[in-house]
């Protein structure tokens, strides 16, 4: 019962509403049901009538046979409770050299690829002397004629974002992507 208390985090407590010796009953049932808690056993097994009101109650009841177990699941249930945590990761950079009015497109950019890759999926924020001047997305991807999904460093492309136009020579684009972390 201490093992269990001691597990929480900044975000997630876990509390212990009543604990019991013996058979897991109908009033346990509930009292899980009213609180909207988790009903764990430990070397028992509830009775027929006891799982099927735990079904109509929607009480979830998890039986262990060895304590760890208890331990490593209720530390990965709190870690299932919270939000995930996302990190930016650069995917690569594009240099403008050039721009071109197309029609029916607007500004599109003659680019290299300076680092990484620019795939196009990615969402991508266009800076301008270190200040950041617009996010969004690409709406065109291009080597030469052909539409591409991806180009690599040291190529050069043709890029258009979409719904803005206000792209100028020496203009870096970086590809990014948000990559959801594991907590700890």
């Known amino acids: ?3 269990l208390e001691k597990l929480h985090n900044e975000n997630v407590k876990v509390k212990i509403i009543h604990s019991g010796v013996g058979t897991i009953t109908e009033s346990d049932i509930m009292l899980a049901s009213t609180s909207n808690a988790v009903i764990i056993g430990f070397n028992i097994r509830p009775s027929t009538a ?5 079904e109509q109650e929607n009480v979830e009841i998890r039986t ?3 304590i760890y177990e208890i331990i490593d ?4 249930a709190i870690k299932g409770m919270l939000d995930p945590i996302f990190k930016e990761v650069i995917m690569g950079k594009i240099k403008v050299r050039e721009t071109f009015k197309v029609p029916g497109a607007g500004i599109v950019a003659g680019a290299y690829v300076i680092e990484g890759k620019i795939a196009r999926n990615a969402s991508v924020r266009l800076v301008r002397d270190g200040i ?6 690409i709406s065109s991807l291009r ?3 052909d539409d591409v999904r991806e180009v690599a460093t040291g190529f050069e492309c043709g890029i258009g974002l979409d719904k ?3 792209i100028k020579e020496g203009d870096i684009i970086e590809a990014f992507a948000m990559v959801e972390v ?3």
């Open 1 to 3: 019962e201490q093992s």
């Open 50 to 54: 006891v799982s099927s009101m735990a």
């Open 64 to 66: 262990y046979r060895i």
């Open 73 to 76: 699941d209720i530390e990965a």
């Open 132 to 137: 950041v001047i617009h996010e969004g997305t």
């Open 143 to 145: 080597r030469f004629k």
């Open 164 to 166: 803005y136009n206000d």
């Open 182 to 184: 594991e907590r700890k």
